[in-house]
């Protein structure tokens, strides 16, 4: 992690930004050795910087808000597991802000695998508003109202997916 963390810092020395709230990338380095998410979208702005996971179901906003092709943002996507980082648009930022969060699982680990998504909390705390019900006892419908009510479409779009999985499983069972 810390050869990536030199890059990173070389980089934000060679195009000169952050210029205002360089603190932003200690906790943006900190963040990086404490979670475990393997690609991140890293967005250096004039006044600070941004870190964002990716396929994880956090709110697209959070990112996508310093996106602008007009800008003097640069952006960049992180992968952790081969140490590397490339730039990229300030579309292709919005574009990866997107992805969904993995649905490798089947059957009943399904479900438990999209709960497992929608409960973390690095996912639901980002939405400012906290669930109103009881986390480690809710379902896939309390989650589902949740981020409708958040207004989050990443978690909308993975949950319908999830639907249609369980929807299509349902049918095959009964034909």
Known sequence: MKELINKLQTESDHVGLPIYYKEDMVDDFNKLEKLSYLRYLWVLKKAGTQLFPIGVGVHPSLITEYCDDGSDNRYYELDVKNCSYREITASECVELAHQLPSMTSHGVEIVEHAI?????????????????????????????????????????????KIETSLENRRKAKAA
Do not use: H, T
């Open 116 to 160: 497992k998504v929608c409960s973390n909390p690095a996912v639901y705390n980002m939405a400012f508003i906290n669930p109103k019900f009881d986390i480690e006892k809710a379902g896939l419908l309390e989650w589902s109202k949740f981020y409708r009510q958040v207004d989050n479409p990443v978690m909308m779009q993975f949950l319908a």
